[in-house]
């Protein structure tokens, strides 16, 4: 049962009040690109480029700073983990009730929502799998940095939400870097793999924030144990 006592935060209301900070960054990051989409629409851009402009923004700030601070805030992965699922369930209330926050959310797919579930579910496992909170926070953050950094440049060059392997370069130079920095060779094994798995996705459930998450996690788990 180590594992389950892992999940006990050893200090629990200072963890919250932490979580609730790092709540206030994402509500922020949500109003920040609010009003960029505005000012992006009034300058003239699509606005479908405008919103995927700020998902990828949001990933950024909302998924990938709040991942980099994880394993100095959290002494366990129970209360990041919750609060992607709270999360993840407030972003589908606008979806179910057909009033879309529509700076950022489409209704051709509900990919924040599966990066939530992802964004815990791999810091949850690995953490638990490893003991090793820097591992944790490597899949939360090939799916917020790498995945964006992909977003942008298709957005750049194409003006639309496409696959294109030179967005997938992009993502192997930044998910190397954050792969060695929090893991090592092992680490940067994962952001190879990551990479080209981000090309593909199997729509409705089966997105590119799944994928890189799942293979990212069962390589990091694997290779620790081996």
């Known amino acids: 049962m180590d594992w389950l006592s892992s999940l006990v935060p050893?200090?629990?209301?200072?963890?919250?009040?932490?979580?609730?900070?790092?709540?206030?960054l994402v509500l922020g990051s949500?109003?920040?690109t609010k009003v960029l989409?505005?000012?992006?629409?009034?300058?003239?851009?699509k606005n479908?480029?405008?919103?995927?402009?700020?998902?990828?923004?949001?990933?950024?700030?909302a998924g990938g700073v709040t991942a980099a601070l994880t394993p100095y805030l959290f002494t366990s992965p129970l209360i990041p983990f919750l609060f992607a699922l709270a999360l993840a369930a407030l972003l589908l209330v606008p979806h179910r009730r057909g009033h879309l926050?529509?700076?950022?959310?489409?209704?051709?797919?509900?990919?924040e929502v599966n990066f939530c579930l992802a964004w815990g579910a791999s810091l949850l496992v690995v953490w638990v799998a490893t003991s090793n909170p820097f591992y944790a926070v490597v899949p939360p953050l090939f799916i917020s940095f790498g995945d964006a950094v992909t977003g942008l440049i298709r957005n750049l060059v194409y003006?639309?939400?496409?696959?294109?392997?030179l967005g997938n370069i992009g993502m192997l130079a930044?998910?190397?870097?954050?792969?060695?920095?929090y893991?090592?060779?092992l680490g940067v094994l994962a952001g190879v793999v990551a990479s080209v798995v981000e090309h593909f996705e199997f729509p409705p459930y089966l997105d590119d924030n799944v994928l890189i998450s799942l293979v990212s996690t069962l390589i990091i788990v694997s290779g620790h144990y081996l």
């Open 37 to 45: 989409h505005r000012v992006l629409v009034l300058r003239g851009v």
């Open 101 to 111: 926050l529509n700076w950022f959310q489409t209704s051709e797919n509900w990919y």
């Open 174 to 181: 930044v998910a190397a870097v954050i792969g060695y920095h």
């Open 48 to 61: 479908n480029v405008a919103v995927y402009y700020n998902r990828k923004i949001i990933h950024m700030l």
């Open 10 to 24: 050893q200090q629990p209301s200072q963890e919250v009040v932490y979580a609730l900070l790092l709540l206030g």
């Open 30 to 32: 949500l109003w920040l």
């Open 183 to 185: 893991a090592g060779l």
């Open 159 to 165: 003006g639309r939400r496409t696959k294109s392997w």
